[in-house]
């Protein structure tokens, strides 16, 4: 199976749970419903779901281990010669008073490739034992008007509806309750790893080094995904305000804001804006596709979900076309077009028949519509796919966590680019 660039789906992502019954309607904090897709009724009442972790260590290169009790510096120095799994293990065990106490920047770390992959150590570490992007203190409220920490938002002239298009994509409409946290209010991985990052930003810009700042722009999809879907509105908005202060004019990092920004006009414009850099970015049109149904415009849905399969089919992009095949077919059974919809899952079904969601999606169909006997059967086909081990990891159940899913192939190439 082949996928364009790093659009493959990790199947350390994700691994799956016995539930006895699909949760009612698909929403942003669930990954499986009934009906695969969308809010509805439940017509499948048993099955398997499958449910977002952290992932554990991600996997790289072979590495020796390292000893027990090692300290920082051998840490970073295992790391970056070939032994990154075995660095990060051994940092993610580490307590957060030891982490505190003897994480320092090494004295030798002045060029900022050693800087770059000080920040992708902690993030990895801070990712394997799910403390990265976790607030350390209760933060209170800031009254509505309080921009106080935001300044350097507010300078950027994009997007062009003004302050407060751009005050939504980061807290949030009007009427939720918004709130400004600063950098300290988080743990000591994404902390001091952002400020590292930023370090690296302004070094390789001075040095034209374009591929350190790939590889930042790398870290800021990966951690920004990583702390998007859990922490809802206040979801380390120093990290997301960065991110588009270093590389707001660059489509994949609006895709990235686009997958988890507030309100809908800050989410649609974010979305149309990464396009226009990159018509080919199916990911965004698939987004787009959806938000547009979920807002009721079918007729446009539609065209843009059609034009994102034509795209990812055309790039060999199986994991988005199969994710455009669901949301269409989805648009076409809100729309009583049962036909249309049957085939759209059922092309998903032949893209790839390990993934579960398109047979889920299939079965509620059938069963929906007077065909109990083949719904269940479509429905059985799941349940054994859910008790398999080899069962391939479904795009749909990772659509949540913005670009998270491309995370193992992210970081492995940022380890490649780290190394002295």
Same mark, same amino acid.
Request: charged residues 25%; glycine residues 6%; aromatic residues 10%.
């Given at each position: 199976m082949v996928y364009r660039r790093t659009d493959s789906v990790d199947p350390e992502a994700i691994r799956f749970s016995k539930l006895t019954h699909y949760p009612v309607g698909y929403n942003r904090k669930t990954t499986m419903s009934g009906r695969a897709i969308g809010t509805g009724r439940v017509c499948l009442c048993s099955a398997l779901a499958v449910t977002l972790l952290a992932p554990a260590i991600l996997p790289g290169q072979a590495s020796s281990a390292l000893q027990a009790g090692q300290s920082f510096?051998?840490?970073?120095?295992?790391?970056?010669?070939?032994?990154?799994?075995?660095?990060?293990?051994?940092?993610? +065990?580490? #307590?957060?008073? /030891?982490? &505190?106490?003897?994480?320092?920047?090494?004295?030798n770390a002045g060029d900022v490739k050693s800087l770059a992959a000080l920040a992708l150590l902690l993030t990895e570490a801070g990712i394997a034992n799910g403390r990265f992007g976790l607030p350390t203190r209760a933060v209170g409220?800031?009254? +509505?008007? #309080?921009?106080? /920490?935001? &300044?350097?938002?507010?300078?950027?002239?994009?997007?062009?509806?003004?302050?407060?298009?751009?005050?939504d994509i980061l807290l949030g409409s009007a009427g939720t309750n918004r709130r400004v946290m600063s950098l300290?209010?988080?743990?000591?991985?994404s902390r001091t790893a952002l400020r590292l990052i930023r370090d690296v930003v302004r070094g390789s810009r001075a040095q034209a080094d374009t591929a350190?700042?790939?590889?930042?722009?790398?870290?800021?999809?990966?951690?920004?995904?990583?702390?998007s879907p859990y922490q809802s509105n206040s979801a380390h908005m120093p990290l997301r305000r960065a991110a588009l202060v270093d590389f707001g004019d660059h489509p994949e990092v609006l895709l990235l804001v686009g997958s988890y920004s507030f309100g809908w006009?800050?989410?649609?414009?974010?979305?149309r804006r990464a396009l226009a850099l990159d018509p080919l970015l199916v990911e965004a049109r698939v987004r787009l596709g959806h938000q547009l149904h979920v807002r009721g415009d079918h007729g446009e849905a539609a065209r843009e979900l059609e034009r994102a399969v034509s795209d990812a089919h055309a790039a060999s992009n199986i994991a988005m076309e199969y994710l455009g095949r669901l949301l269409l077919g989805r648009l076409h059974e809100d729309a009583r077009r049962t036909k249309e919809a049957e085939a759209c899952y059922q092309?998903?079904?032949?893209?790839?028949?390990?993934?579960?969601?398109?047979?889920?999606?299939?079965?509620?169909?059938?069963?929906?519509g007077g065909d109990p006997e083949g719904g269940w059967a479509a429905g059985r086909v799941a349940m054994d796919l859910g008790t398999s081990p080899?069962?391939?990891?479904d795009p749909w159940y990772q659509y949540t966590r913005a670009q998270y899913w491309q995370a193992r192939s992210r970081i492995e190439a940022m380890r490649m680019a780290v190394r002295p």
């Open positions: 510096l051998a840490i970073v120095e295992q790391y970056r010669s070939g032994g990154a799994d075995a660095a990060v293990e051994e940092l993610s +065990r580490w #307590d957060v008073d /030891r982490v &505190e106490r003897e994480v320092t920047v090494p004295p409220l800031a009254p +509505r008007d #309080d921009w106080r /920490r935001l &300044e350097e938002w507010r300078k950027l002239e994009w997007p062009s509806g003004g302050i407060e298009n751009q005050k300290a209010d988080f743990d000591i991985y350190l700042l790939g590889v930042c722009r790398s870290w800021y999809i990966v951690a920004g995904s990583f702390v006009p800050a989410r649609q414009a974010t979305l092309a998903a079904v032949a893209l790839s028949p390990h993934w579960l969601s398109a047979h889920v999606a299939l079965g509620s169909l059938r069963v929906a080899q069962s391939d990891s």
